[in-house]
């Protein structure tokens, strides 16, 4: 598979796992836009970026780039995401079935790369497990956002 599908495979694995949990699901047309997703929550729209997560064998954890790609032709270019393109990133690991949550303030932060450690047996894990299938951190968030309003 090429990227594309893997990322077709990620939005609509995050679109089944929040109608699961009662929320709407929005599908923006085209790739120009800087989120994937909207999800409607208490009446707030949350925009969600999707990555899918690649299994790094050297390392044995999964990694996604947190930069935005395009690709024209033949040049590739990335340049980072800015904390007003959307509300969350969903890290999908496709093998585990698992999304990592992040708020966009966070995932912003990180350098490229944002690593995901699934071994039970590693001591040291990395700060992205305090992420890991974190959706109340959407729904909390879609909360706040409806008292405000």
Wanted: aromatic share 12%; hydrophobic share 40%.
């Amino acid at each position: 598979m090429d990227t594309k599908q893997k990322g077709d495979i990620g939005e609509q694995a995050a679109t089944l796992h929040a109608l699961k949990k009662g929320w709407e699901v929005l599908h923006p047309i085209g790739d120009r836009l800087p989120y994937d997703l909207v999800f409607v929550i208490k009446n707030q729209f949350v925009k969600i970026q999707v990555k899918t997560a690649w299994y790094d064998t050297r390392r044995e954890n999964y990694v996604v780039d947190n930069r935005r790609t395009k690709t024209n032709r033949r040049i590739m270019q990335r340049a980072p995401y800015k904390e007003a393109d959307f509300d969350f990133a969903l890290c999908y690991l496709a093998e585990q079935d698992l999304f990592y949550v992040f708020p966009v303030e966070t995932f912003v932060k990180y350098g490229s790369e944002i690593h995901m450690v699934e071994a039970e047996k590693r001591q040291r894990k990395p700060h992205s497990v305090l992420y890991k299938d974190a959706w109340e951190l959407i729904l909390d968030w879609a909360a706040r956002k409806e008292i405000r309003a």
